[in-house]
């Protein structure tokens, strides 16, 4: 279920910067770039991720030290990677990408509490309509 939201988010920001680029601030992004440039975000938060995990079984405060400095770094290179290709004008592209990820969230968000009715109802389902809160659920005090 977490990567079905991984990939959701990923899909969904990709979208959005298209749309806010190229609809909301009339310039231009193709979809390839936009992946491109969530893909490779996503690789050096995943490289970080994995040498901060590594490091916090041998020395912890190394490993949280490089898991923040590593998503500071990946988070910068991502805005400035945006700021290089997006062609619009500078004062619009942080507006593009705020908007860009506060719908993104929005749009994982929803995404995601369909998803776990759909699965929380399944499982009620197969357990025969049986949930835990229907065993106190009866009970007097």
Known sequence: VRLFHTQCFFVVLDG???LTTSTFFKGSMKFSDAVSLVGVNAFISIIVLVVSVILMMIIPLL??????VGMIYASLMFIISYIDLADISSDKKGYALLISFVLTIVAVAIVASLAASMVGSSISNSLGGYSSYDSYSDWDF
């Open 63 to 68: 490993g949280m030290l490089v898991l923040y």
């Open 16 to 18: 959005l910067l298209v």
